[in-house]
């Protein structure tokens, strides 16, 4: 479980920034726009995001309600709050970090 | 902190409702639309479009379950939805169920019906503070003289010899049953009166509910006229009167005042209604030789059981030096009180514990069968499920909860069976039973209960499960309904269920049978009377009311006024009852051999009776005469021996003329003046007959049993006898009345009993092994009906097929049969204390039991074999 762990802490993270960016949406909308950003190098296993949309939800930093989408059909819509914003913040920062550090690391060996 | 509220929201979730099956399956509905419309929007067709859809999403079934195990605590919520399912699953088909939780009711209530008794006897403590530090003190006699007896009561003398020198005992008390006739308040009335020493409540730690318990003070002879009522005589004869407490009552015709109240929890000894003061006098403490008292103790903390009997033997060995007369051959035992209470029952208990553990087994194996029937039925569904992506063991998980919900099921049931039946089981116990009172279903009872079903439903589930879940998801699918699985695979699983079930049932009935084949012989035995038309009833005479001139003058005139009695064809009366076991046993000395002190004669049963008394219950006079009303106090002492006694001491001479000395009684040499036929004095199972009779004018104990033939009905008589004894003394209380053959029957109430109910639960296992015999050859045949027709197209016979079936329904039978037998034969022993005039390996039961669990076998398999015969050889070829 090691990998899925990792890939469920950053679904996390692009999920949180997503709904950041784009305002409430649905969770088909939050996989495509995912997939669209990572240039579709990235599949969002539904499997994962439901459950993960559920723990963010339990967490309190977003929260989901039924409306209508684009082309009219019913959709649970989800939106960040303010402690999703806070948690994206302190989040984001901690990835920069993480992803600096790993970057010295590994840069050396490429020449 | 976040951490912690997350918790509590998946915690409540599922109980809360939180997000609801239907709306995260909307949610994924959703999901599919919105992508569907993407990919017709790329220019895909609508049916590619939506395909595409599914196979992105992952499998529908796996996405719901991730989705559901982030909801709340995925064991948790799993469970409750699998609960739910199973019910569903159950209630649709009704048949199964209903089935299934009829045996488990059965199985389980017959375990927690007798687990009920077990507890109650066997294993709850007695009610008395630090019961386990309790024990009862007994004598072990001389061995030649009491071949087989371990347990003896005890003499005053030693009794005090023992106090006085062990320092094992925080305390030690002795005590003695008691006549108590109570009479001045409504119908007289012989109550069980238990006279005990002034150590005795504070051996038990017994407290009353009202008032005192009997205390030092109490013994002395001038007060000693105080007593102790039972709560229940307390409650039924003087209305519960919480002011009862410094009235006075009449017993045996002197004025005692109450000083207490003692609550029925803590009756001891279990049959007294009242405790009086014992207060011997000097001449009664002095008594080395006659043991008619039972003593109790309670253990220092320090000290345990064996210490104890290390150092009683001490004693009695010193006591066997210093006073060889009395007490040569006499040892001391020391047993826990729970142990020696409940001692006579517990291997019959055990025994039907045993019995209802095999019943539950065999139950358990029917289950499993069932569902290993309904899982064929069931198997696409299942592999549906697989396919969809559910884990085996989310799967087994829910085959187990749903073997699970059917054993909780059946434990209600069971539940309610064994409330209903555990009155019924007490009362058929009958006086043999201790502490009959205290069962009841309490909790332990019902933790039992509760484990018990928890084992059934995993025991029978795991094989099912385990079993539908290993095939191959796809083969189950190209299948067709009603005819998946691995074939030869699941027949021998099902076959070795049913040779278990065989076996178990016949090790039961084994027993039953061989306790059939005892109360058979019980009933064979000859008592030496003719119980037919014969009433018994106790006439208590207290010695404060008659002194001995005066009760011979009582039994003259009852017996005079009875025999006048219309329907009355002859009366006497006898101290103690035949085949009741209880009495009078006394050591004899034969006039004319060397003399020996008391401890070393041999010792015999000696019966006090009237005139009349062989005439009344047939018995035969070999030789002699019998006793006339001229053998009164006063004259000449005589005796009348019983054959076997005649054989014992004058063999091949007549006794009649020879003297003898009955040296409990007094030092006379009393004369043989007859030879009687020999009677079952200790009951239908002893060999021993040797009785010593002497008539009641020369010796006069205060104990009467009025022995009545009538011409009719006994019972019809009675309202008359009762009549003419109460025409002399108004107040004298008659009780126990029963007929003589009643008396003989409650002799053997134990054998009856334990007969009873292990005939039921053998009959009850045949029963379930019948069915599930049935059960693999009907599946046997469903499944092979293609084989079956081909053999039929190819032209065999129907005798053939009938044949073919049969065959393979008794393998299983055999094998079971053979198992049987031989746990049977490993298992008889535990059998050997009830069965009597069989042993436990009696071949003719094991033949006959053997033959019909193969009868019945062959029973079973007939309708399978008939139905295989019906199969349509074109039909079960096309359907293929």
Same mark, same amino acid.
């Given at each position: 479980m090691g990998d899925g762990d990792v890939w469920r802490g950053t679904l996390a993270l692009m999920v949180l920034k997503t709904l950041d960016t784009m305002g409430a949406q649905h969770g088909y909308g939050i996989a495509r726009r995912i997939e669209q950003t990572s240039g579709d190098r990235l599949v969002v296993q539904y499997g994962t995001l439901y459950p993960a949309l559920l723990k963010l939800e339990q967490e309190g930093w977003i929260r989901s309600d039924w409306g209508i989408s684009d082309n009219n059909r019913k959709a649970r819509f989800y939106a960040i709050t303010r402690a999703g914003r806070k948690a994206l913040e302190r989040e984001s920062r901690e990835w920069e970090r993480t992803t600096e550090i790993l970057a010295r690391f590994l840069a050396p060996e490429r020449t | 902190m976040r951490r912690l509220r997350g918790w509590i929201r998946r915690a409540v979730a599922p109980i809360a409702g939180g997000r609801s099956d239907a709306d995260i399956d909307a949610e994924l509905r959703s999901h599919l639309e919105l992508h569907t419309d993407d990919n017709i929007r790329a220019g895909m067709t609508p049916d590619e479009a939506r395909r595409r859809a599914w196979i992105a999403l992952g499998g529908v079934e796996r996405s719901r379950d991730a989705y559901r195990d982030q909801r709340g605590f995925p064991m948790l919520d799993a469970i409750v939805r699998d609960i739910r399912h199973a019910a569903r699953a159950l209630v649709k088909s009704p048949g199964f169920t209903t089935t299934a939780i009829a045996i488990l009711g059965l199985g389980i209530g017959a375990n927690a019906a007798i687990f009920s008794v077990v507890n109650a006897v066997v294993l709850r403590p007695l009610p008395f503070p630090d019961a386990s530090r309790l024990v009862r003190v007994w004598h072990t006699p001389p061995r030649e003289q009491f071949p087989g007896v371990t347990r003896f009561s005890v003499s005053p003398a030693n009794y005090l010899d023992w106090q006085a020198e062990s320092t094992a005992f925080e305390h030690m008390a002795v005590y003695g049953y008691r006549e108590a006739n109570l009479t001045g308040r409504g119908e007289p009335d012989a109550l069980q009166g238990a006279g005990v020493s002034s150590e005795f409540f504070e051996v038990l730690r017994a407290a009353p509910i009202l008032g005192r318990v009997l205390g030092p003070g109490d013994e002395d002879p001038v007060r000693s006229h105080v007593v102790v009522l039972g709560e229940h005589i307390w409650r039924t004869r003087f209305g519960a009167d919480p002011s009862f407490v410094g009235q006075a009552v009449t017993l045996n015709g002197e004025p005692y005042t109450v000083v207490g109240v003692l609550a029925d929890r803590m009756r001891f000894p279990l049959r007294a209604d009242v405790w009086l003061p014992l207060a011997w006098n000097a001449e009664e403490r002095a008594v080395r030789g006659n043991h008619n008292y039972l003593v109790v103790a309670r253990l220092k903390a320090t000290a345990d059981v064996r210490q104890a009997n290390a150092e009683l033997a001490t004693i009695s060995q010193r006591l066997e030096r210093q006073y060889p007369a009395d007490d040569k051959g006499w040892g001391a035992i020391v047993l826990p009180l729970q142990q020696d209470i409940v001692s006579d029952v517990r291997v019959g208990l055990l025994v039907l514990l045993g019995a209802v553990a095999c019943v539950l087994l065999i139950a358990c194996a029917n289950l499993a069968n069932l569902l290993l029937a309904r899982g064929l039925g069931r198997s696409r569904e299942i592999a549906i499920r697989a396919a969809v992506g559910a884990s085996r063991a989310r799967i087994v998980q829910q085959l187990l909860v749903e073997s699970s919900l059917l054993a909780a099921s059946g434990a209600a049931v069971g539940l309610a069976a064994a409330a209903w039946s555990i009155g019924l089981i007490t009362k058929s116990f009958g &006086?043999?039973?201790?502490? &009959?009172?205290?069962?009841a279903l309490d909790g332990r009872v019902l933790l039992y209960t509760c484990i018990v079903a928890i084992v059934t439903g995993l025991l029978a589930g795991v094989a099912p499960a385990w079993r539908m879940t290993r095939g191959d998801a796809g083969e189950a699918l190209k299948q067709g309904m009603g005819r998946g699985g691995s074939h030869a695979g699941e027949r021998r699983v099902r076959n070795v269920l049913v040779t278990a079930e065989v076996a178990l049932a016949l090790i039961l009935l084994v027993g039953a049978g061989l306790l059939i084949r005892t109360l058979a012989q019980l009933r064979a035995v000859n008592p030496g009377i003719d119980p037919h038309h014969v009433v018994t009833m106790g006439v208590v005479l207290s010695r404060a009311e008659y002194d001995k001139p005066q009760r011979a003058q009582f039994s003259d005139e009852m017996l005079r006024r009875v025999r006048a009695l219309p329907g009355v064809e002859a009366a006497a009366t006898i101290d103690s009852l035949p085949v009741d076991d209880g009495g009078s046993m006394q050591p004899v000395a034969i006039e004319g051999d060397a003399p020996r002190p008391l401890s070393e004669q041999p010792e015999m049963a000696v019966r006090a009776i009237t005139p009349g008394y062989l005439d009344t219950v047939r018995m035969r006079l070999r030789d002699g005469r019998d006793f006339t009303d001229a053998d009164r106090d006063g004259r000449p002492p005589v005796v009348l021996v019983s054959a076997s006694t005649a054989h014992r001491f004058w063999p091949g001479r007549s006794p009649v003329g020879q003297r003898l000395v009955l040296g409990l009684l007094d030092s006379q040499p009393r004369e043989v003046v007859g030879v009687v036929s020999d009677v079952k004095v200790h009951g239908l199972q002893s060999t021993d007959t040797q009785t010593i009779y002497v008539p009641y004018a020369q010796v006069r104990q205060g104990y009467e049993t009025l022995v009545v033939r009538s011409a009719g009905d006994p019972m019809g008589v009675v309202p008359a006898v009762v009549g003419a004894i109460r025409s002399i003394n108004p107040g004298q209380p008659v009780v126990d009345i029963a007929t003589m053959d009643s008396v003989i029957g409650e002799s053997i109430a134990q054998q009856r009993f334990a007969m009873r109910l292990l005939s039921a639960f053998a009959s009850l296992a045949l029963l379930l092994g019948a069915i599930g015999i049935y059960g693999v050859l009907s599946y046997g045949v469903r499944q092979r009906i293609t084989e079956i027709g081909i053999r039929m197209a190819l032209g065999a016979r129907a005798l053939d097929v009938v044949r073919m079936v049969i065959v393979e329904g008794l393998k299983p039978t055999i094998v079971g049969v053979a198992i049987g037998v031989a746990g049977a034969l490993a298992l008889g022993q535990a059998l050997s204390s009830l069965v009597f005039g069989v042993t436990p390996r009696d071949a003719a039961t094991f033949v006959v039991v053997s033959m019909v669990v193969l009868g019945v076998g062959l029973v079973a398999s007939i309708v399978p074999a008939y139905r295989a015969t019906r199969v349509d050889p074109l039909l079960a070829l096309r359907a293929d």
């Open positions: - | &006086a043999t039973l201790p502490r &009959a009172s205290e069962v």
